[in-house]
């Protein structure tokens, strides 16, 4: 009788899409998806490491399922994947030993995806980056940019039914960094979107997760500013509104470069509506740093602001650097959240 599987999903939208391939691998093995994580014959975690508090949930996670099983004498396969395996594997094998194994997001994505019933589908473009942020973990765990070919990217996206679905997200860590071929000849991200707005027809509109603010060219707001079917919502991570910060950061802009970016994206592309990433209490930051990124939220006007207390990852430069004290960070994350409510009502 087919095996069964479930997949649980941590962190991003590219954790979702390798789940799909995942499953997509799975099936094509035979097993069949059970909507029951205790029941399923095999269960996969699918892993996020961007924080402390992510590896912790997924270790929790564990350790719930491994004593299920055993109570209810299932012989469920517990298996990993995702970011924590990718750069941490050994750690995990002495943390968990009962795991029965790994499960290979390279191997994984050579199986068409099974996707998820939902009005956003997902297509990952280009995995890795380069940037080395002092804080992020993905350059160790997903390794350096490599862009799939466009013939690739389109041959996935024609395959895909729109019926139901209202947006395209094309991933990647760090997507407008996109360098891939078309025809054996280089392609920049923003030809790559025109080219998908041609010969895909059937997009209903397209979207792009997640940019790194010193690849937002003026071709790339071009194309943003000219096309209609291109999301009206940009996501462009700040993460701190002062110099010092983010040049430790290891960001590669100033925060006058961001608020003029900003600036720019306005003046272009007057209906874009812009989101953005936060760090409270990022190693060594002073009282009037951590005002500098609440005056930068205060003056931009971001739809959405995504906050997080720093937390250390092993193995990042921003680790070995002399930390705040927890309840500071804390401190600062309950108050840029709390300003950010007020932005809110004062706009609803
Ligand atoms: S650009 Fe994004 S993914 Fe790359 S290192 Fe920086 S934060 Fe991490």
Not at 123 to 131: E, S
Not at 251 to 266: H, N, P, S, V
């Amino acid at each position: 009788m087919a095996q069964t599987y479930h997949i649980i999903t941590f962190g991003c939208q590219m954790n979702k899409n390798d789940s799909e391939h995942l499953a997509g691998m799975l099936e094509f093995n035979g097993a069949k998806h059970t909507a029951e994580p205790e029941a399923a014959d095999i269960l996969v975690l699918n892993t996020c490491a961007v924080r402390d508090k992510a590896e912790r949930r997924v270790y929790g996670q564990l350790a719930k399922y491994n004593f299920l099983r055993q109570k209810n004498n299932s012989g469920q396969k517990l298996f990993l994947s995702g970011c924590m395996p990718a750069y941490n594997k050994t750690e995990l094998q002495k943390a968990a030993p009962f795991l029965d194994g790994f499960l290979d997001i390279e191997e994984a994505r050579q199986y068409p995806p099974r996707r998820e019933n939902s009005p956003e589908v997902w297509v990952t473009i280009m995995q890795g980056c380069n940037n080395f942020c002092a804080y992020c973990i993905v350059p160790r765990a997903r390794g350096r940019e490599r862009s799939r070919t466009a013939e690739d990217i389109l041959a996935e996206i024609n395959k895909i039914d729109f019926t139901g679905r209202a947006v395209l997200f094309l991933l990647g860590q760090n997507v407008n960094s996109y360098a891939g071929t078309f025809n054996g000849q280089p392609l920049s991200f923003p030809a790559l979107l025109q080219l998908i707005l041609t010969k895909c027809p059937a997009v209903p509109k397209l979207a792009f997760l997640t940019s790194h603010p010193k690849d937002m060219t003026d071709a790339l707001l071009e194309v943003i500013a000219r096309e209609p079917r291109i999301d009206r919502e940009l996501h462009l991570p700040a993460q701190s509104g002062s110099d010092r910060i983010l040049a430790l950061m290891n960001r590669g802009y100033t925060a006058a470069q961001y608020r003029a970016l900003t600036a720019r994206i306005r003046a272009r592309a007057p209906d874009v509506q812009l989101s953005t990433d936060i760090i409270a209490g990022f190693p060594t930051e002073t009282e009037a740093e951590f005002e500098d990124s609440c005056r930068l939220v205060r003056e931009t006007g971001f739809f959405r602001v995504n906050t997080a207390g720093y937390s250390a990852r092993r193995g990042t430069a921003a680790a070995q650097m002399p930390r705040l004290e927890q309840k500071i960070v804390d401190a600062r994350l309950n108050k840029i959240n709390q300003l950010i409510n007020s932005l809110k009502s004062a706009h609803t």
